[in-house]
């Protein structure tokens, strides 16, 4: 946007304000481009440090996923706050094993993703 400031004729002109009037013209993309503004939020080392490691097993998650399930469109979805929230391991083994039977890959593979999984799981 520019702003400029141009005289007005007699007629226009308000009794408070003398010779004054704001004119704003867009510069179309250019403007866009320069104002492109990204949100960003500010935390603590601790709360950081946090969302580091549960990015960091997410994105395991995501990867052995990819790994049990060799054409992408059988993978599933793996919640972990829904394995969290579980109260023991048992039940969460036995949630992984039910989510996993669609799973072309042998059983002990699955049994190392869901063992590894539970230990990762733990560390949240």
């Known amino acids: 946007m520019q702003c400029g400031l141009e005289q007005m004729n007699d007629c226009e002109r308000s009794p408070n304000r003398t010779n004054l009037r704001v004119n704003f013209n867009e510069k179309g993309a250019e ?10 939020a500010k ?6 440090s946090l969302i580091r490691k549960r990015l960091a097993v997410e994105m395991w998650l995501y ?15 793996v919640d972990i706050d ?24 042998p059983q002990t593979d699955i049994s190392k993703f869901i063992s590894d999984l539970l230990d990762r799981a733990k560390t949240l």
């Open 43 to 48: 935390y603590g080392s601790h709360q950081m």
């Open 82 to 105: 829904e394995i969290l929230d579980m109260d023991t391991d048992e039940i969460r083994r036995s949630h992984l094993i039910r989510l996993l039977s669609v799973c072309k890959r």
């Open 63 to 77: 990867d052995e996923l990819q790994k049990l399930f060799d054409p992408p469109s059988e993978a599933i979805d």
């Open 31 to 40: 403007v866009k481009e320069r104002r492109e503004k990204f949100l960003t």
